[in-house]
């Protein structure tokens, strides 16, 4: 109908009005929060280029895991820093490495919380990248074997769900055979099925220790240009069995996310990456936004574009300001 019987600000007119008629649900369960494990005790060293995170020992880290669920968080991401590194990234699946430990420590404190881990080599190579280095070239198939090694050692350990984020052709199903033919055929993947080549992990390869030492990532990270490619990627995800797909990063990616969930009927997720979290940190340290409105903005406008579970360092925040 036209103006002036079709009003559109009636239901925009009280807060009552508007929580009725709201399109896009944003809740505390939409979320999972990542964590950095570093070896010792009382550790709790800030990250620079990340204001309010931390590399946590697994003493303080079981205790900000109890924060987070009892805020409603079903899940948390974690990521290892060991202390001793190699050309392989053996303590990636060394049975007492510090992941492992990590992962046995929280199910026995918080056991209802879901305990997801990284499947990754770069944190623990002295090369810092996501695979078997020869010559100079990264090793697709020969770093599958590793893959499957740490998927072995984390679920042995007591992991919920295990997610690849390496970009090798063909990791998910290694993992998956590795996993069904040691009895783990019940724990999940989620793979880091979109992951692009981006300048927003900056910030993170600081908190990780993880930048590479020669090239760039550019030959197994995704070309940000390519939304056909993400497609077939997850495409080729979903056939070789994994159960979540993640596009990463989210903001400069909301339209992968969009088509990803009008194409496939898996759940979607989206990494809101350390670049992202620190953009709206730095803004909001020097007064040019409003942190919480930008935080909550953001992590909507990933829910609306069609992500299912959003894994964002703004975790334990967010579901503070949801509670209300």
């Not at 508007?18 to 896009?24: G, P, Y």
Request: hydrophobic residues 45%; charged residues 25%.
């Amino acid at each position: 109908m036209p103006f002036p019987q079709d009003r559109l600000r009636r239901l925009r007119a009280t807060e009552g009005f508007r929580r009725m008629v709201r399109e896009t649900r944003l809740s505390p369960d939409n979320l999972i929060a990542p964590f950095f494990v570093v070896e010792g005790r009382d550790e709790r060293q800030p990250i620079g280029s990340m204001p309010g995170q931390w590399r946590l020992s697994v003493d303080h880290l079981i205790k900000d895991a109890g924060e987070v669920y009892a805020l409603g968080v079903p899940a948390i991401l974690l990521f290892g820093v060991p202390a001793r590194k190699d050309e392989t990234g053996s303590e990636a699946w060394t049975p007492d490495g510090i992941v492992p430990r990590a992962i046995r420590a929280v199910k026995d404190r918080v056991p209802d919380l879901v305990v997801i881990t990284d499947l990754c080599v770069d944190e623990y190579t002295t090369h810092g990248h996501c695979g078997i280095v020869q010559d100079g070239r990264i090793l697709n198939d020969e770093t599958l074997e590793c893959l499957q090694k740490m998927a072995l050692s984390h679920a042995r350990a007591g992991a919920d769900m295990v997610a690849p984020s390496d970009m090798m052709d063909g990791r998910v199903a290694a993992i998956r055979r590795a996993l069904d033919a040691e009895g783990f055929s019940q724990v999940p993947i989620m793979a880091y099925a979109a992951k692009f080549a981006s300048c927003f992990y900056a910030p993170f390869r600081e908190a990780a220790a993880s930048s590479p030492q020669f090239g760039d990532r550019q030959s197994y990270q995704m070309d940000s240009a390519n939304i056909r490619e993400a497609l077939r990627e997850i495409e080729l995800d979903i056939q070789e069995g994994a159960d979540i797909v993640m596009v990463k990063p989210a903001l400069p990616y909301l339209d992968v996310i969009h088509a990803a969930r009008r194409a496939f009927d898996r759940p979607v997720a989206a990494y809101q990456v350390s670049g992202e979290y620190s953009m709206i940190k730095a803004a909001a340290q020097n007064g040019w936004l409003d942190e919480r409105r930008a935080m909550l903005e953001t992590l909507v406008s990933i829910r609306r574009a069609g992500a299912d579970l959003i894994l964002t360092y703004y975790a334990k925040e967010a579901a503070r300001a949801l509670h209300g």
